[in-house]
């Protein structure tokens, strides 16, 4: 009897730690259901976006959850006479940004030193006035002589010439004869602009760059007409040696005795290696800011002081046009393309990161 009561007792507790293994199971199976259950994994179009909704919206209220536990904890510290909680940089493509040796420092003897002795020194000093030939390649687009007419009311003292069927090199020539300090070439692909060529005179360098996202002036929302003023240039981002040489390519171009009271300014920001160029009008208006203290007691009338501030705003008015530059490469000197030097290339091989940058 002992025998058997002990079996019975085994058999039992087998059955119950294998009704337990089961019940774990299907609760680990529940759970790894939950936490891959995407959007991505479910078929049914309904039900893949009610998903989508849900979780979309957990995530702003966890976002919310935050941003409120970070408020009290700067206006606990306020209070009690501390230092709040330093705020939390994100994480971006620039900053996080490859090391890069050629960046330019503030203390760089060298790169100084470069400046006084490079080719665009006697524009950049005022010793020379900047003057621009502006031509096109052999066969020109539909949207091309529109582009140029825009570029020319943005560049002073710039000079439209007809290409026809003359060789650049010839042109080259010619421009060194008349005096001009740079030659802009406009090359067009399928009735399309899509390439810029900027050559330094006498002495080069040569940049290429590949034109993307041209809007014209008429294509424009509320757009400005310029002013015969010279324009204030502004350059943001040119970081590395490159971007410094490209960056004082682009300011030779323009004169640097701009009227301030013209109100002009165009800009050529770089951003992870493309320049955006924007050409605007400003002005600054003067706004008067009410403000009402109601002061009384009960039973009485309340009376209201009022007392104005003058406030200055800024308001920019595009005028266009408005495109993006992508370097291609530089060569040393005037165009050449069978026995010229080059600076810089970019070659598919480089692209290795996305946080790689040249300018």
Known sequence: MGGKRKK???????????????????EDEKKK???????????NKEKRSAVH?????????????????????EKRALELGEEPPPKKIPHTIENTREFD??????????????????????????????????????????RGPAFISELLSVIPNAHYYKRGTYDLKKIVEY?????????????????????ILIIGLPDGPTAHFKLSRLVLRKDIKNH???TGHKPELVLTNFTTRLGHRIGRLIQSLFPQDPNFHGRRVATFH???????????????????SKQGDSKGKKGRDTTEEKSSQEKVVARLQECGPRFTLKLIN???GTFDTKGGEYEWVHKPEMDTSRRRFFL
Request: aromatic share 6%.
């Open 175 to 195: 421009a060194k004869n008349k005096d001009f300090t740079s030659i802009i070439v406009v090359h067009s692909n399928r009735r399309e602009p899509d390439a």
């Open 8 to 26: 019975s007792d085994r058999e039992g507790i087998i059955a119950g730690g294998e009704e337990d293994v089961h019940n774990n199971r299907k």
């Open 270 to 288: 770089n951003q992870r290696d493309f320049i955006f160029f924007r050409h605007h009008r400003y002005i600054f208006e003067r706004k008067e």
């Open 101 to 142: 040796e050629t960046v330019c420092k503030p203390d760089d003897e060298e790169l100084f030193a470069g400046n006084d002795a490079d080719e665009f020194c006697s524009i950049l000093k005022r010793e020379h006035t900047p003057k621009i030939l502006i031509t096109t390649c052999r066969f020109n687009s539909t």
């Open 330 to 332: 530089l060569q040393h």
């Open 224 to 226: 400005g007409n310029p």
């Open 53 to 73: 909704a849900k979780l979309k919206h957990q995530k702003k209220l966890e976002k919310h959850k935050k941003a409120k536990a970070r408020d009290a904890a």
């Open 33 to 43: 259901r939950g936490q891959q259950l995407l959007p991505s994994m479910i078929k």
